[in-house]
């Protein structure tokens, strides 16, 4: 059965504090694995997919990178606005079009 | 403008009432999604469909239907809601090919008493 999960929970840094998000995942032949931003109240914001590990993506203070079971979004001197939470998404060959998120992390930025 | 319009955005009804979420997307979008969102569960796919008349059961179908009768429209129906369908619910598009890239509505706030 396809999972993902994404650690921590929450996290508080404090400007210009770098840091990581995990997304861990278990899928039957990757297809591709998705982040996500959510801004309180509106729906998911697509960022970046990646498909094979080794993959690197980059958008302003974000980079996504990939292995053969877990993604990290890397946020590098996050400012108050980076401040969302952020989902991951796998879609494995196996289950066709289905996909599955994690719970997502919380991510506050303080000034 | 692009955008997935879902309505009503909150709802308050009662159990066994029929209920309808609309969902309609201007982007010519072959791929449509409905999820539902708990604390802590994150959110989980309910029933996709990849074009008109094709629809597939997600992870969460269960006291749930769907119909896809036109590209742009995919309703989403809950015949006898039950409280355990209190939910935030997100309706979501994207091209065939690029189900990557989901656009999202902007939410559904349904209460179940």
């Known amino acids: 059965e396809d999972q993902v999960t994404q650690s921590p929970e929450a996290l508080r840094l404090q400007e210009g504090e770098s840091s990581s998000l995990n997304c861990s995942y278990t899928?039957?032949?990757?297809?591709?694995l998705f982040w996500y931003r959510q801004d309180p109240g509106k729906g998911p914001e697509f960022l970046f997919t990646l498909y094979s590990a080794g993959e690197e993506k980059e958008k302003e203070r974000l980079k996504a990178t990939l292995t053969k079971k877990e993604s990290f979004l890397h946020i590098t001197a996050p400012k108050p606005e980076d401040s969302a939470t952020y989902l991951c998404?796998?879609?494995?060959?196996?289950?066709?079009?289905?996909?599955?998120f994690g719970s997502g992390t919380r991510l506050s930025i303080r000034p | 403008e692009a955008q997935v319009t879902q309505n009503p955005r909150y709802l308050i009804t009662v159990t066994g009432k029929k209920l309808t979420v609309t969902c309609s997307q201007n982007?010519?979008?072959?791929?449509m999604s409905w999820y539902r969102q708990d604390p802590g569960l994150g959110l989980r796919q309910i029933y996709y469909?990849?074009?008109?008349?094709?629809?597939d059961k997600g992870d969460v179908p269960e006291g749930y239907k769907v119909s896809r009768k036109e590209k742009r429209n995919f309703p989403l129906i809950l015949e006898s809601p039950s409280p355990n369908q209190t939910s935030l619910y997100f309706c979501a598009s994207s091209l065939a090919k690029r189900q990557d890239t989901q656009y999202f509505g902007p939410g559904t706030r349904l209460t179940v008493l």
């Open positions: 899928v039957s032949g990757l297809r591709g």
């Open positions: 982007m010519n979008h072959e791929y």
């Open positions: 469909s990849m074009n008109v008349e094709v629809t």
């Open positions: 998404a796998v879609q494995g060959y196996s289950s066709a079009s289905k996909i599955i």
